[in-house]
């Protein structure tokens, strides 16, 4: 779906527990954007990186929840100690440089967390 | 405090027919805005976009309509067909340098052949 890839496409995990959410970008795509849906819910902002940068972690829970993406490798999500609430699809887009004209984020298939 | 409304949460269209699929948004400040569509299990794709500037774009089969003093935009789909059965995304930008979309809840579309 557009190149980007996301995996583990499920992750299960009990409470407690960490887990880690991997992105691969479309190629040539330097900018990282990860959106969380709820149940019946549209896509919440999370978080904005570039290569080695936070640039915007507004939309992130500032406990537990921390992002990065390193000069190489995927960009990857990390939700320590999760609960039951954490339970969601996690969706990773990119898009090229942001310039005069908007370029569209390109999504990926989703992780599905599972908290049991 | 919900920034981009589809209010229909669902709806059924004749395969041959037009789908008309509805957003508002309350945000003035809105200057782009996007259509994604969503099978499930898949990530969203992206369909259509408008800048705040125009009030119609066209792309095939689609067409989205920009109403600014209403807050209202909406996606026509002509003909519709089995294929756009799928969860439609509203979805707004600040501006052409912004990177935050602000969804809506969505509105599922059932093409019935």
């Known amino acids: 779906n557009a190149g980007v890839m996301q995996n583990p496409r499920h992750l299960v995990r009990r409470r407690g527990q960490e887990a880690r959410l991997r992105c691969s970008p479309v190629?040539?795509?330097?900018?990282v954007y990860w959106y969380r849906q709820l149940p019946e819910e549209g896509l919440k902002f999370m978080v904005y990186?570039?290569?080695?940068?936070?640039?915007?972690e507004s939309g992130m829970p500032k406990e537990r929840f921390s992002a990065e993406f390193p000069k190489e490798g995927p960009s990857i999500l990390r939700i320590q100690q999760v609960v039951r609430g954490d339970s969601a699809a996690y969706f990773c887009?990119?898009?090229?440089?942001?310039?005069?004209?908007?370029?569209?984020?390109?999504f990926g298939d989703g992780t599905r967390l599972s908290i049991l | 405090d919900q920034q981009v409304k589809q209010n229909s949460p669902s709806l059924s269209v004749q395969e041959g027919r037009i789908s008309i699929l509805n957003c508002d948004y309350t945000?003035?400040?809105?200057?782009?805005f996007l259509w994604y569509k969503k099978y499930p299990a898949e990530g969203p794709t992206f369909l259509i976009s408008?800048?705040?500037?125009?009030d119609k774009n066209e792309d095939g089969r689609f067409t989205v309509f920009l109403n600014k003093s209403a807050k209202h935009l909406s996606l026509h789909i002509v003909p519709s067909q089995p294929g756009d059965s799928a969860v439609y995304f509203c979805?707004?930008?600040?501006?052409?340098?912004?990177?935050?979309?602000?969804f809506g809840k969505g509105t599922k579309l059932s093409v019935i052949p």
């Open positions: 887009a990119s898009s090229l440089r942001p310039t005069e004209i908007y370029q569209p984020q390109h």
């Open positions: 190629k040539g795509h330097s900018h």
């Open positions: 990186l570039q290569k080695e940068n936070i640039i915007d």
């Open positions: 945000n003035s400040m809105f200057d782009y």
């Open positions: 408008i800048s705040s500037i125009k």
């Open positions: 979805a707004a930008v600040l501006g052409a340098g912004s990177y935050q979309l602000t």
